[in-house]
Nanobody, 117 residues
Framework: QVQLVESGGGLVQAGGSLRLSCAAS????????MGWYHQPPGKQRELVAT?????????ADSVKGRFTISRDNAKNTVYLHLQMNSLKPEDTAVYYC?????????WGQGTQVTVSS
C-alpha cells in the first residue's frame, strides 16, 4: 500500500504562484512514475505533468514554461512537488497527484487551486 497526501492548494491572483506538494508513504519502493492531473470545473481530469523515477519530465502544452514538476526520494517518503508560476484563471481546478505502482495507480485526495482574475 502507498498513501498519498497533497498540500499547498489555495486561492491566488492571476500571475501569482503556488507550490503543491504530495507526500507518498508506505511501500514507496513500488513507485515508478509520478505526476499531477487536474480537473477544472465541469471538465474531465487532464494530465498536467509527469516525472519518471529517473527524473524525466513531461508537461501538458498549456503549462509548459510555467509549471515545474520535481521529485525528492527520501528514505521512507517520496515527495512530489509542482511549482506553478504565472497562474491563469484557466488553471483553476482540483489537482491530484498520482503514483504508478505497476498494476495500478494510487491517487491522492485532491487539492483545490483557484486563480482569480
Amino acid at each position: 500500500q502507498v498513501q498519498l497526501v497533497e498540500s499547498g492548494g489555495g486561492l491566488v491572483q492571476a500571475g501569482g504562484s503556488l507550490r503543491l506538494s504530495c507526500a507518498a508513504s508506505g511501500f514507496i519502493f513500488k513507485i515508478d512514475d509520478m505526476g499531477w492531473y487536474h480537473q477544472p470545473p465541469g471538465k474531465q481530469r487532464e494530465l498536467v505533468a509527469t516525472i519518471t523515477r529517473g527524473g524525466l519530465t513531461n508537461y501538458a502544452d498549456s503549462v509548459k514554461g510555467r509549471f515545474t514538476i520535481s521529485r525528492d526520494n527520501a528514505k521512507n517518503t517520496v515527495y512530489l512537488h509542482l511549482q506553478m508560476n504565472s497562474l491563469k484563471p484557466e488553471d483553476t481546478a482540483v489537482y491530484y497527484c498520482y503514483a504508478s505502482l505497476g498494476r495500478y495507480d494510487q491517487w491522492g485526495q485532491g487539492t483545490q487551486v483557484t486563480v482569480s482574475s
